[in-house]
Every structure is written in C-alpha cells, then in structure tokens.
C-alpha cells in the first residue's frame, strides 16, 4: 500500500501561479506511473499531467500543456511529485488529485484512464479567481 498527500492548492487570481506537492508514504514502484488528475464540480476527473517512474518525458493535457509542469524527487523514505502551475485560469479551478500506478503503461493514451492508478490522494482544491 502507499499513501499519497498532495498540499499547495488554495486561491490564486488569474494569471498567478501554484505549486502542488504530492508526498508519497514509501518510494513508489520503479516500474510504475505517477499522474496528477483534476475534477471541476460538476465535471469528469480529467488527467492533467503524467509520467513513467522510471524516465521518459512527461505527458500533458492540452488545456495545460506550456503552462505546468511535473516532476518528482525521491530517497528511499518517499517520494514528492510536484506540479507547479503557471498562468492559471477560472477554468483551472478544480480539486487536484496526485495517483499512482504500480506498473507503467505502453501507450501514451493510457496515462489519461483514471482506473489505470491504485493509488490516490484525497485531492487538494485550487480555486482561480476573476
């Protein structure tokens, strides 16, 4: 089992930035995925950003994509996924979930299916403000 924590959401006007954490109770699977989803009320969660554990370049949603990015740091206690969010709109107003997968996926589409992670967090809300 791993338990995820992400931290870092709160209120932010238009065109500022946040950076999200996601700290992970034990280092993940090497072998394994780590993503960051959304959910706006009333909406899907949708993938926003992703990545294979063991190296590969990160895949983005189009509505995020140039204006966040992910990364991650790790010991062998855990590790810390982050996204930092530049520019941000009304529209990226969500609660952000950080997920974990323990193996990683062939297709680039597959990074996108939140049934494919086994472990979540309970999210963290950013509200952007007009």
């Known amino acids: 089992q791993v338990a995820l924590a992400e931290s870092g959401g709160g ?3 238009v065109g500022g930035s946040l950076i999200l954490s996601c700290v992970t109770s034990r280092r993940t699977f090497g072998g394994g995925a780590m993503a960051w989803f959304r959910q706006a009320p ?3 969660r949708e993938f926003v950003a992703g990545f294979a554990r063991n190296g590969g370049p990160a895949l983005y949603s189009g509505s995020v994509q140039g204006r966040y990015t992910v990364s991650v740091s790790g ?3 855990g590790d810390t996924m982050y996204l930092q969010m530049n520019s941000l709109k009304p529209e990226d107003t969500a609660v952000y979930y950080c997920a974990v997968s323990r193996t990683a996926f062939y297709l680039g589409h597959d990074y996108e299916i939140d049934l494919n992670y086994d472990y979540w967090g309970q ?5 952007v403000s007009s």
Not at 123 to 127: D, L
């Open 11 to 13: 209120l932010v006007e």
């Open 42 to 44: 009333g909406k899907a």
């Open 75 to 77: 010991d062998n206690n």
């Open 123 to 127: 999210g963290t809300q950013v509200t």
